[in-house]
């Protein structure tokens, strides 16, 4: 029998070679944030202030005139007295859509094509007084809209619009690694890692901050790049937007006009749902269609708004009228135009402008799942599901303010004095390519197409240029 001692010797050389890839990996994540940091940043803070200012106008302040104060009296006027009242200011003008009011102590929203430019005027519904007049554009919302969207550069699917959607990529790799920069390690207890020491001081404190605000915000951030892409032309548009939207083919023997949904929207706003936008509308003049307005009785706004409220369309609500000889009147009532708190009861309903036979309905349940998800997800987006919607809309806005300034006073705090340069966390040597955190960022930014076009162009710029020019590697570093 023979005694065989175990040589300690090669275990301790493999966790020291463990360790050692380990502190890799942790530096490539760091250095990952930092840079994905430097180009995000600037968009957090844009994208945080114009959305509490969008908040603002829309659920808060909205601009045409939606909460004016008005007296109830015992019987409103007819829509016909109401839209008489409307063509009193703008003789030559033609109304294109009415809204109906909130409650019975708001007004009606006409909106009128006169000329020059849409205008929504709010009417008192029981004295014809018209209570506000502006144009349907140029409102602060539109503004900031343009500016959270597309940054005043182009339409959509201009440089403004691939620069945020690209940046929003670069967003989801920021939160990747930082969660695992903040993942406990070393024996550090899970519940320390997510409480605010108060009492630190310096860099220690800022780096508190920074890691337990972003480790609570980000499941909700991730959310908010998510459904925001929704919106972008290449992800959102061309990759999701397009296998979700609904299929008017649902809609049996409907005779389609060449218009989509997105059609209906107002200028820039986004006010059809998401899953909507792209399904082609449908056309009047056939002899498609189910009952809708009695036989004889006249098609015009007055029977449409009572087929309406017969259809269980229940205080605001609105109607698109017919656009041209083919078109259709449409009764939408949606949480993407702030008429119902509740995404799930979304409802769109298309008239015949000829025999008054509802032609097509979509609703929530007939959204695909991706459309019911950008349904409930935009709404929560848009702090459109009441008061606490909107309250934790803006805390969240000022936790992501916050994530910014204590990223900016880290670095400050950490970067050497006097030097001249970026002062990015040190390059670690041999992470292998194929694992770990380079690994995970390469493939969650090829989910993203113009992350992952800009993700290699910046990784071959760096192999081909950045490391071979002295100058250029230590401004970098």
């Known amino acids: 029998m023979s005694l065989t001692i175990d040589d300690p010797q090669p275990a301790k050389l493999a966790n020291k070679a463990s360790a050692t890839q380990a502190r890799s990996f942790y530096f490539a994540a760091w250095r990952w944030h930092f840079y994905a940091g430097l180009f995000v940043i600037p968009f957090l803070v844009m994208l945080s202030i114009t959305g509490l200012v969008i908040l603002w106008f829309t659920t808060i302040a909205p601009e045409y005139g939606d909460r004016l104060p008005v007296v109830p009296q015992e019987k409103a006027l007819s829509l016909t007295a109401l839209g008489e009242a409307v063509h009193g200011v703008y003789p030559e003008g033609t109304i294109t859509r009415y809204t109906a009011p909130l409650d019975a102590a708001t007004p009606a929203l006409f909106t009128v094509d006169a000329g020059?430019?849409?205008?929504?005027?709010?009417?008192?519904?029981?004295?014809?007084?018209?209570?506000?007049?502006?144009?349907?554009?140029?409102?602060?919302?539109?503004?900031?809209?343009?500016?959270?969207?597309?940054?005043?550069w182009g339409p959509n699917g201009g440089p403004g619009d691939l620069l945020i959607?690209?940046?929003?990529?670069?967003?989801?790799?920021?939160?990747?690694?930082?969660?695992?920069?903040?993942?406990?390690?070393?024996?550090?207890?899970?519940?320390?890692?997510?409480?605010?020491?108060?009492?630190?001081?310096?860099?220690?404190?800022?780096?508190?901050?920074?890691?337990?605000?972003g480790v609570w915000l980000s499941v909700v951030l991730l959310f908010f790049f998510i459904s925001g892409l929704a919106w972008t032309s290449v992800w959102g548009a061309r990759l999701t937007q397009a296998w979700s939207t609904f299929p008017a083919e649902k809609w049996d023997n409907v005779p389609l006009s060449d218009q989509t949904h997105a059609s209906l929207n107002q200028g820039n706003l986004k006010e059809v749902p998401w899953a909507l936008e792209e399904t082609l509308m449908p056309k009047s003049g056939s002899d498609a269609g189910v009952a809708g307005l009695p036989e004889g009785v006249p098609v015009n706004l007055e029977s449409i708004h009572a087929l309406g409220r017969a259809l269980g369309f229940k205080g605001r609500f609105q109607i698109a009228y017919p656009a041209d000889p083919t078109g259709v009147w449409t009764l939408s009532q949606d949480s993407m135009s702030y008429d119902s708190p509740d995404p799930t009861a979304d409802r769109t309903v298309h008239v015949d402008q000829y025999s008054g036979k509802v032609l097509a309905t979509a609703a929530f349940k007939d959204y695909s799942v991706p459309g019911k998800a950008m349904a409930v997800g935009i709404a929560l987006h848009e702090g459109q599901l009441g008061w606490w919607n909107i309250a934790a809309n803006f805390l969240f806005c000022l936790g992501v303010l916050t994530l910014c300034l204590s990223g900016i006073v880290m670095w400050w705090l950490r970067r050497p004095k006097g030097a001249f340069r970026l002062a990015a966390p040190?390059?670690?040597?041999?992470?292998?390519?194929?694992?770990?955190?380079?690994?995970?960022?390469?493939?969650?930014?090829?989910?993203?197409?113009?992350?992952?076009?800009?993700?290699?162009?910046?990784?071959?710029?760096d192999l081909l240029v950045f490391s071979r020019i002295p100058a250029l590697r230590n401004a970098l570093a």
Do not use: C
């Open 165 to 213: 959607e690209t940046a929003a990529g670069f967003g989801v790799i920021l939160i990747a690694t930082g969660l695992y920069l903040w993942w406990p390690r070393g024996g550090e207890k899970l519940g320390a890692k997510l409480t605010l020491k108060i009492s630190q001081r310096g860099r220690l404190f800022w780096k508190n901050l920074h890691s337990v605000v």
């Open 426 to 461: 040190p390059a670690p040597a041999n992470v292998p390519l194929l694992k770990g955190a380079v690994f995970l960022m390469i493939a969650l930014s090829l989910l993203m197409p113009l992350t992952g076009i800009v993700l290699a162009a910046v990784l071959a710029l």
């Open 116 to 152: 020059d430019a849409p205008r929504v005027l709010a009417v008192d519904p029981y004295t014809g007084a018209v209570l506000q007049d502006r144009l349907a554009s140029g409102t602060w919302k539109d503004f900031a809209t343009d500016i959270h969207g597309k940054l005043l």
